[in-house]
């Protein structure tokens, strides 16, 4: 069962490690993300990372939604962290079990937008939210579990 699916530009660190898997009761946590998969050093820190107790699974994004349609991680409390709105759109659309996101924290570019304290956008981020929102998707921001919901569709 998929608990949370999180855009954080970090993936995995205290916010994520502590916080939401404590609150979400998660045991398993799958990174979604096609540079990690390629990355030993960075995969390696990402393990150290992870909280006692919680099974970490890194793949690509092609794989993770393969795992997740396959059943494979149905027994597990699912958390689903993904680094960017793009990869968390795609999993949506080709995981039908997805029904809510979370924003959590995004870095600033040139061509950005602040939604939230730690969280911008680009036109083409928005334009991908809104096509969440409309196909039914919840979309929230808030960077650790304690906080109040923001609801995205109003603040874009």
Known sequence: ???????????????????????LGADAILIANDDVVKDEMWKTTLKLAKPVGVKLVIKNIEEAIKSINSGVTDKYKLLIVVSSIKD?????????????????????SENSRALGKSFYITEDEEKMLRELIDKGIEVELRQVANESKKDVKTLI
């Open 1 to 23: 069962m998929i608990v949370l699916t999180r855009v954080d530009h970090r993936l995995l660190h205290g916010q994520v490690a502590f916080s939401w898997t404590n609150s």
């Open 88 to 108: 968390a759109k795609n999993l949506i659309d080709n995981v039908e079990e997805i029904k809510s996101l979370n924003l959590g924290g995004s870095k600033h």
